[in-house]
């Protein structure tokens, strides 16, 4: 089982978000025959396999194996990833997707969230090492200062860049988003 599935096509999103299905997801998080997820969900088996079956065919579960109960066989399912991602690319933008000029925008920080989603998505997870990190942290800056951290967050990025943007080695791609934290409830 994957940690994440980035989906990119229609049809998968359409099997995915359907309230029925997402708990037939949850219940499959573990191999589990459709007898099995119906009792625990309290439908019928059938119910089940009929929600099992669209997402098979949508790539979200697989048939890990089959046993024979009283001469039928029945399939044991597993859902094929821990998260689901849904690329922002199905769902768009009202106005249509462009990629916005000032990069103090919201609009340019939407975009940007989408290529690092898509981006991560691509990756190869069975590769045995995935080199990465991420830092999440939070600032305080007095609205007279934000041009000064601004300067001083782009003479940081350019040093780093101009210091490690040479041809030769593993590429990496450097993101980094600033914007305001929203009200904790």
Same mark, same amino acid.
């Given at each position: 089982?994957?940690?994440?599935?980035?989906?990119?096509?229609?049809?998968?999103?359409?099997?995915?978000?359907?309230?029925?299905?997402?708990?037939?997801?949850?219940?499959?998080?573990?191999?589990?025959?459709?007898?099995?997820?119906?009792?625990?969900?309290?439908?019928?088996?059938?119910?089940?396999?009929?929600?099992?079956?669209?997402?098979?065919?949508?790539?979200?579960?697989?048939?890990?194996?089959? *046993?024979?109960?009283?001469?039928?066989?029945?399939?044991?399912?597993?859902?094929?990833? *821990?998260?689901?991602?849904?690329?922002?690319?199905?769902?768009?933008?009202?106005?249509?997707?462009?990629?916005?000029?000032?990069?103090?925008?919201?609009?340019?920080?939407?975009?940007?969230?989408?290529?690092?989603?898509?981006?991560?998505?691509?990756?190869?997870?069975?590769?045995?090492?995935?080199?990465?990190?991420?830092?999440?942290?939070?600032?305080?800056?007095?609205?007279?200062?934000?041009?000064?951290?601004?300067?001083?967050?782009?003479?940081?990025?350019?040093?780093?860049?101009?210091?490690?943007?040479?041809?030769?080695?593993?590429?990496?791609?450097?993101?980094?988003?600033?914007?305001?934290?929203?009200?904790?409830?």
């Amino acid at each position: 089982m994957r940690d994440v599935l980035y989906l990119e096509q229609i049809e998968q999103a359409e099997a995915l978000l359907k309230p029925q299905r997402i708990e037939v997801l949850r219940q499959l998080a573990e191999p589990r025959t459709c007898t099995e997820v119906g009792a625990q969900l309290g439908q019928s088996p059938q119910r089940v396999y009929y929600h099992v079956k669209r997402l098979v065919e949508a790539g979200l579960v697989t048939q890990v194996s089959e *046993r024979k109960v009283r001469g039928i066989s029945e399939g044991i399912y597993q859902a094929g990833a *821990r998260s689901y991602w849904l690329s922002p690319r199905l769902v768009g933008r009202i106005g249509g997707l462009r990629r916005a000029q000032d990069e103090l925008s919201l609009g340019y920080l939407l975009d940007l969230m989408e290529e690092v989603q898509a981006d991560i998505g691509a990756l190869d997870r069975t590769a045995p090492e995935l080199p990465s990190i991420g830092l999440s942290g939070e600032i305080h800056i007095r609205p007279e200062q934000r041009p000064e951290f601004l300067a001083d967050l782009q003479s940081t990025l350019q040093e780093l860049f101009t210091r490690y943007g040479g041809a030769e080695g593993d590429a990496f791609k450097l993101a980094v988003a600033c914007y305001p934290k929203g009200d904790e409830k």
